[in-house]
């Protein structure tokens, strides 16, 4: 990886990154939260909450989508205050007013829904609120140098402090809060769904980090639907369910699978792939995409979609997945090549055309490329199909609930009730509404970008079984992960890109994960980014 | 680190009773009458209790009338006529706010809407209009209003200009276009059917606040009820996500701009015929009043969220202020000062009311389940 593109060097110590709080012993209880209840208009987000976590641990919050995972950390960092129940601070009783106390506690918090502020430059979002001074004039030069130090701790010396977040990727600006979180000097470290952006190897770097802290006497709570992550990084684990603890302090390397799942869900569920038809289901060619590219994103694309076909994309974040994703709907506009539906060839740089000719997509992010958050659910869900409910230009609002409902029942969306405004659903049960909008109406070929992002277990089951369904509807489907046995278990046909480029295309049978991890790897961060 | 692992035996809380069930009935009985409440917005129960506050501050301006002049207030006949004063005042307003509002929700802001009120109120009093009768008049106002809304629209969305900038520029070009019409005479209006209808009364209540009426129910069905004003909540809410889900964005912003053109055509006749004349000076500073109604009545600025009976409140708090200052015989000067405190207390006021009553509410809800 290269080094900063300003040509100052960079420091890369072992000094810690965070200085380890002197009066901290290793094991001692640092957290307790006791029979903890936070409620919202109509829901008792958390029912009598039990936590405790001890200095030095990863411990691992475990729980399906609504659960209360994020609410319960919201508590800790000072964003919501309890109704009830105690919470025990190093000893002490604690109610944060607000996050700012709770920082100054030594309490940090990478939040699941990006808090950036996009116009504000990577060193200026990591001291947000805590800006080094002196004289009251922010030291700009010393905060831009602990930043481009923290920036090379987290393994990405490349992202330069001074530009605009905006400008970044979506695992780029992880990277930003990350270091965020790093640039207090926190004891307890909160990370909600942190890899959920993340590709493979920036876990890897993720779980270093972690290491180094936890070696420090750093606690850390982490938040991950991954049970794989949580044997691999994980201390203990609690488990919520309903807003209650439904298990606490299990050893997170040996508890079985069945165990936890059935802690979380009430429930055994298999965690497997639907089963792929015995016959060749592939139909017609649908979608035909020839030579295309766009500088600095892909170059040369070929790929063709079936009818009743999944297609999957494996590659690294910045490998211009999600842009040829984009480009291909139109979204984006190619500088060469050429997208064909059915035959025809589309008006390139018009999602109106793609739409017309039968395509739906789910973008990668579903905040700001998805949802409109103070709407209501079913309002979101049909966001794309209104107007096949309406009549004469009418809105029909009981049509569209009942279609709504019928979503979120296959999907597991919790509430279940489609007039809550999107904004008090949990990440997961959003990101439900983003892939469910699609499966209404009468779309024949489904763009699915990162579609199980932030999904728990049982969901993620589901969906891949409402995806499997439609392909043998006849519906073709393009499917771009991060997760490399999710491609390779969801998909007939599997394509493998790098740096911008297709570099294998074979049978989803014929390829391993270690094969598949082999292909991808040396790509950057940056790549994906507009200079 | 490895100390810590095995040593806490898992303790399970096995014990703990039967979950809730998911879908608890009060919760969902609770949903129903959100659902009864919302007629009054359209989509939730958030809407209806800012109105309600809203309401409330309508209440305060009448009972500090009604301290200041019992003498009058005393008089059901003076009651009832000022009523039908205050409505009359807000008509035109009214209208160009109901425009406004729809901009406002889409994202946008038109500032031209002043200027085109008077390019369209200038246009349709030229001896060369009024030659066409009443329907030429009318026709060419709201003609011009609808067309140079078009031209708004186009700026924008296929420009790229910030709509503040084009609007800004419109409105100094309208005004411009309107005194080189008008040579920056008083146009006087001749025909008798245009002048009626700011004098007409159906059952005792005066036309133009008929038209007000109609123009509301129509805005409120058009952002309620049909495919055009879920769009323009989308739109405004969030134009990459409506981008994605399909919706020319483009060609909608175009139509808001149209939109608002046309309210402004509208208002254009109701004030001709108002002053029985057209002047380019006319409607000097609606586009103030239209916005800070729109967001008094709980338009959000940035776009996706608002209400059309909260336009309309707030364009009814402004007048029955106006017309508080007018019964007491005070100065338009001393009017005007206070107007911009009362439109900073009036957001505080109902800011706080909001809060306090949705916190009411929740303990209310706490408590019964
Ligand atoms: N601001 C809010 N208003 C109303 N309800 C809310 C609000 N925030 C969260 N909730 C509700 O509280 C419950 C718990 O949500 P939370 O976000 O804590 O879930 P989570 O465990 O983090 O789930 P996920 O894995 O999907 O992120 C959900 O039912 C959610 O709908
Ligand atoms: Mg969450």
Known sequence: MSAGNDGEEIEVTNEPLVEAPADTVAGEVVLRLTDVVKTFPGVRAL????????????????????????????????????????????????????????????????????????????????????????????????????????????????????????????????????????????????????????????????????????AQGIAVIYISHRLEEIRE?????????????????????????????????????EYVFPDRPADDPAGAELLRVEGLTRHGEFADVSLDVRAGEIVGIAGLVGSGRSELLETIYGARRAQAGTVRMGGRTLRPGSVGAAVRAGMGMAPEERKSQALLLGEPIYRNVTLATFGRYARLGFTDAGRERAAADRIAASLELRPRDVRRPVRTLSGGNQQKVVVGRWLLGDTRLLLLDEPTRGVDVGARAELYQVIRELAARGVGVLLVSSEVPEVLGLADRVLVMREGRVVREAPAGELDENTVLDLVMAGSLMEGAPA | MSDMTPTAAPERAADLPAQSPPVDPAETAKADAGARLSWWRGDGGEGAKRNLGLLATLVVLVVIGILTRPDLYGDASWVWGNTLTILKLASVVGVVTVGMTFVIIGGGIDLSVGAIVALAGVWCTTVATQSYGAGGMIFSALTVGLAVGVVNGLLISYGRLVPFIATLAMMVAARGLAAEISDKQTQVSNDSFINGIATVKLLGIPLLVYILAAVVAAGWVLLNRTTFGRRTVAVGGNPEAARLAGINVRRHTVLLYALSGLCCGIAAIMLTAQATSAQAAMANLYELDAIAAAIIGGTLLSGGRGTIIGSLLGVIIFSTITNLFAINGLSTEAQNMVKGGIIVAAVLVQQVQFRSLSQFLTRNRATTT
């Open chain 1, 47 to 214: 029912d009598g909450v039990q936590l405790e976590v001890r200095a030095g641990e990863v411990h691992c919050l475990l729980g399906q989508n609504g659960a209360g995972k994020s609410t319960l950390i919201k508590v800790l960092a000072g964003v919501h205050r309890p109704d009830s129940g105690e919470v025990v601070w190093r000893g002490e009783p604690a109610a944060f007013a607000n996050p700012q106390a709770a920082m100054r506690a030594g309490i940090a918090t990478i939040y699941q829904e990006l808090d950036l502020v996009e116009d504000l430059s990577v060193a200026e979002n990591a001291f947000l609120g805590h800006e080094p001074r002196r004289l009251g004039f922010v030291r700009r030069g010393h905060m831009a140098r602990r930043t481009r130090q923290i920036l090379a701790r987290l393994g990405h010396p490349e992202i330069p402090p001074g530009r605009l977040v905006r400008h970044l990727p979506a695992a780029g600006k992880q990277i930003v809060s990350m270091a965020r979180a790093l640039s207090h000097e926190a004891r307890l470290i909160i990370m909600d769904e942190p890899s959920a952006v993340l590709a493979h190897d920036e876990v890897g770097n993720l779980f270093r980090i972690i290491r180094e802290l936890t």
């Open chain 1, 233 to 269: 990084i994980g201390d203990r684990v609690t488990v919520l369910k309903d807003g209650r603890t439904t298990a606490a302090n299990l050893p997170a390397r040996d508890t079985p699978t069945r165990d936890l799942v059935s802690r979380m869900t009430g429930r055994t569920i």
